[in-house]
């Protein structure tokens, strides 16, 4: 286990600002948080697009779930979406990796721009999107099988050649590797759950996608095994875009370089419906959030 | 609130609850309703231990391994239960063979592709009718929009049909494969034909039982394939179905233990209930195999009015319990052994 791990603060402005510099290629962040401090005020620019959505919006048969979603995600940053239940934080990540496509009754419209294209065409392959977009779910998901087979399985449907140096490497991303090391040929059920979901995490790792999916993916995990995730997550977001979902803010504001919050607008005959409320750094959304529901929901639940 | 008290000072008293515990006292309807269950159960155990005893009393006797290797026989004393059990045998291979593929297969197109959006795919073909494609293609593609709307109207048609194909008399099974079989497709009234009847009944059970397991392993077992950039068939192939098998095995047990106990299919397709040939057992030649079975050869023992005709029945019956018994045990380990809990 790492060391280099914040302890859990209150959300004052100090985890942000380690997190803005932690951004900037040093893996080290206690490190980082140092120059960061002595840097003052001055804020790492997020970099260059990497998905583009232009007003975006899902339905589930007859129920908008998300309407009228605007935002850029930077490349090789963590962006957060945060927001109360069911404002459709879920529902908008799913779409950028079009799991959407596996929901009987889901439709999307609008545009998600990935490298310029639009990810929604209907010409474009949603498998090897996912490929190139992969995902963890909430709850850890490990198939039924052994470690290495878990690592195995979407190199080999990706056509990457599953050897002993790429399972290793993956694992050892995903900081899994001095743990299970001996037992790769251990049931995946075995281990812990926090093991299960850097497996997970391991997993998508192995595939080399360019953009890695969290939906959620500390809320089954108790504290310890949340921040080995958090640390992880930091570590590989020099490689890997990450978008994650979380419901937790003081979560959002030790990883994220950006967070998009959403909330729950109220529409004609009582149904409701997700919105994105506004999208800045994370210093930006936690320290002076411009839209009055931002502020309302970060002071109601961290002040 | 509590403050600290100098030592040796008496603990103060417990508050008062509103009123002292209440002791023990029986409950005669509850006691009542106990012994109702349980002589219920008492019953139903002692209906079984009667029939098991009654069969063995009667039949441990001629129950050797002659009675197993010999032929039938007009004699009582000569005749044998190998052609019965050869014929058996024979029947539950041709079964499984073709009920497994085809019930596995159909449980696996209605529970992971039949139900799935055809979202996608419908803006997909739509996009391309729009596009300017003309003669045959777009015919085609008319078809296949035509058959994703109406693709969930015919699911549910006929996932309702095989929960009431499953509760239909055998006897209906027997007549269908008669007309089909024998009738249609002109096979002889064999092993053969009484193998498929009985891979016909069975077939909706084992969709039932495929379709029970492969809902029990959890959706994010095939999602986190799919989110690794798998296709949907790769995701079953290698990811649910191999974690569903344990439960379609079971499944697929306790339907064939169903059909080795048939017995009105089979008279209806030609079993024979006297007959002094020897069946051979490669389900090749099944075709021109006469219909031996274990369950006809009791039935037709049980008919004769002699009383050693009747011992050798019984003896039959233990055969065809013992087997039964076996194959629900294989279907318990199984079960235990190779169940996940999620």
Same mark, same amino acid.
């Given at each position: 286990m790492t060391t280099n791990v914040e302890p859990d603060t209150t959300a004052d402005d100090a985890p942000i600002e380690i997190q803005l510099s932690a951004g900037a290629a040093t893996p080290t962040h206690a490190v980082a948080a140092g120059q960061g401090a002595a840097a003052g005020p001055a804020q790492p620019e997020l970099g260059p697009p990497i998905f583009q959505l232009r007003d975006l919006g899902v339905w589930y048969g007859k129920n908008e779930a998300v309407r009228g979603v605007s935002m850029d995600i930077p490349k090789n940053a963590i962006t957060a979406i945060i927001g109360p239940s069911g404002c459709g934080k879920s529902t908008t990540l799913r779409c950028l990796n079009r799991m959407n496509d596996l929901v009987p009754g889901a439709r999307v419209n609008g545009e998600i721009l990935f490298g310029g294209e639009d990810l929604l065409s209907s010409d474009v392959d949603p498998v090897d999107l996912r490929g190139r977009i992969g995902m963890v779910f909430q709850k850890p998901s490990p198939f039924p099988k052994s470690i290495k087979d878990n690592i195995e399985f979407g190199m080999k449907v990706n056509g990457i050649k599953p050897t002993a140096e790429r399972v290793?490497?993956?694992?050892?991303?995903?900081?899994?590797? =001095?743990?299970?090391?001996?037992?790769?040929?251990?049931? $995946?059920?075995?281990?812990?759950?926090?093991?299960?979901?850097?497996?997970?995490?391991?997993?998508?790792?192995?595939?080399?996608?360019?953009? %890695?999916?969290?939906?959620?993916?500390?809320?089954?995990? =108790?504290? %310890?095994? *949340?921040?080995?995730?958090?640390?992880?997550? #930091?570590?590989? $977001?020099?490689?890997?875009?990450?978008?994650?979902?979380?419901?937790?803010?003081?979560?959002?504001?030790?990883?994220? =370089?950006?967070? $998009?919050?959403?909330?729950?607008?109220?529409?004609?005959?009582?149904?409701?419906? &997700?919105?994105?409320?506004?999208?800045? *750094?994370?210093?930006? %959304?936690?320290?002076?959030? #411009? =839209?009055?529901? *931002?502020?309302?929901?970060? *002071? &109601?639940?961290?002040? | 609130m509590t403050t600290l008290e100098a030592p040796g000072t008496p603990p103060p008293p417990p508050a008062a609850a509103t009123r002292p515990l209440a002791r023990k006292r029986s409950r005669p309807s509850e006691q009542l309703f106990k012994w109702l269950v349980m002589g219920l159960t008492a019953i139903t155990i002692a209906m079984l231990i009667w029939l098991i005893s009654s069969v063995v009393i009667k039949g441990a006797g001629s129950l050797s391994w002659a009675f197993l290797a010999d032929k039938p026989s007009s004699n009582p004393d000569k005749a044998g239960f190998n052609s019965a059990l050869r014929g058996s045998v024979v029947l539950m291979i041709i079964t499984i063979f073709f009920a497994w593929p085809i019930g596995v297969a159909a449980a696996l197109y209605l529970e992971k592709f039949a139900t799935q959006s055809a979202e996608a795919s419908e803006r997909k073909v739509r996009e391309r009718l729009g596009s300017g494609v003309s003669g045959v293609h777009a015919g085609w593609l008319r078809v296949r929009l035509s058959w994703l709307r109406v693709r969930p109207r015919v699911v549910h048609l006929v996932d309702v049909n095989i929960s009431n194909l499953a509760a239909v008399p055998s006897i209906i099974y027997g007549l269908l494969g008669l007309a089909i079989f024998v009738g249609i497709l002109g096979i002889s009234k064999s092993l053969l034909a009484g193998g498929l009847t009985l891979a016909v009944l069975i077939l909706p059970i084992i969709i039932i039982a495929a379709r029970e397991a492969l809902r029990a392993v959890p959706i994010s077992i095939e999602q986190g394939a799919m989110a690794l950039g798998a296709t949907r068939w790769q995701a079953v192939r290698s990811q649910v179905f191999p974690a569903a098998l344990p439960g379609i095995l079971t499944g697929t047990i306790l339907a064939m233990s169903r059909a080795i106990g048939e017995t009105a299919p089979l008279i209806v397709v030609g079993g024979i209930v006297f007959g002094t040939a020897v069946p051979s057992l490669n389900p090749l030649d099944a075709g021109n195999e006469a219909l031996f079975a274990m369950p006809l050869q009791i039935y037709f023992w049980t008919d004769q009015p002699q009383a050693s005709f009747q011992a050798i029945a019984a003896a039959g019956i233990i055969v065809l319990l013992a087997t039964l018994l076996v194959m629900n045990l294989v279907a318990i380990i199984l079960r235990n052994r190779y169940s996940k809990r999620w």
């Open positions: 290793e490497q993956a694992l050892v991303d995903a900081a899994l590797w =001095d743990e299970v090391k001996d037992r790769l040929k251990d049931e $995946a059920f075995s281990l812990s759950g926090g093991q299960q979901q850097r497996l997970c995490i391991a997993r998508a790792i192995a595939v080399e996608p360019e953009v %890695i999916l969290m939906d959620e993916p500390c809320s089954a995990l =108790d504290p %310890i095994a *949340t921040l080995a995730i958090e640390d992880l997550m #930091k570590n590989i $977001a020099e490689r890997f875009t990450l978008v994650v979902v979380t419901h937790n803010m003081q979560q959002a504001a030790r990883i994220s =370089d950006q967070v $998009a919050f959403m909330t729950v607008e109220g529409k004609a005959e009582g149904e409701r419906c &997700g919105v994105l409320a506004e999208v800045g *750094t994370a210093r930006e %959304i936690f320290s002076a959030p #411009k =839209d009055p529901r *931002t502020e309302a929901y970060i *002071t &109601g639940r961290v002040g | -």
